[in-house]
């Protein structure tokens, strides 16, 4: 299996039984990771399972092409661990502020799921991705965890909407001209949180 080590510069990949590097897509700047083995053993150890084919690259210990080892990011770690457990974390909840609406109990929930999986797939997923790392300090956990919120509230604002309509004109309703169907206004919206996101 091929897996993808996702970074602020780019990403690598990699085979899942040797950990050597595949292919390199990374920007070229001075600080890009230089990789030549990443460090299965260790993810195996601490996780009790394989790497996924999609992993952080804070996530594994690497060797680099000058021979020196760099851990994986231990704090990072703890940090998911406590995501993923739905536990606060009060480094992060300080300096940024996550509007997730609260879903109400009997949601469209493949609806919500669309509209994440549109949000995610557009490059606007990247570029925030490369944002929070470099401007918040943290990675692709908080970064889902945004297009996450913006999925609800796109859905929670259009959710009564009449599209046909909406798509007659949707300047009218904040949208550009360029809006000509359901997941066009999907990825405007995420432009557009984007947008204010950094400010
Ligand atoms: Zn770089």
Redesign the pocket.
């Known amino acids: 299996m091929i897996i993808t080590a996702h970074s ?3 990403s690598i990949t990699f085979g899942s039984e040797t950990g050597l590097t595949l292919e390199s897509n ?7 990771p230089q990789v030549e083995r990443f460090n299965i053993e260790e993810y195996c150890t601490h996780y009790g399972k394989g790497v996924p084919q999609d992993v952080d690259i804070l996530d594994l210990g690497y060797w680099g092409k000058d021979g020196e080892y760099v851990e994986p990011a231990h704090d990072w770690r703890k940090d998911v661990a406590k995501l993923r457990a739905g536990l606060p974390l009060e480094e992060y909840s300080a300096q940024i502020k996550v509007t997730s609406p609260q879903i109400k109990p009997e949601p469209d929930l493949h609806e919500v799921a669309m509209i994440a999986a549109i949000m995610g797939d557009s490059d606007g997923l990247d570029r925030l991705y490369e944002f929070v790392q470099h401007n918040r300090d943290a990675g692709y956990i908080l970064t889902i965890d945004i297009i996450g919120g913006w999925a609800v509230e796109f859905y929670q604002k259009y959710k009564n909407t009449n599209w046909e309509n909406l798509l007659e004109d949707p300047v009218k309703v904040g949208f550009s001209s360029n809006v000509c169907c359901w997941d066009d206004a999907v990825m405007e919206f995420a432009e557009q949180k984007f947008e204010e996101y950094k400010k």
């Open positions: 602020s510069h780019g990374l920007c070229g700047c001075d600080d890009c």
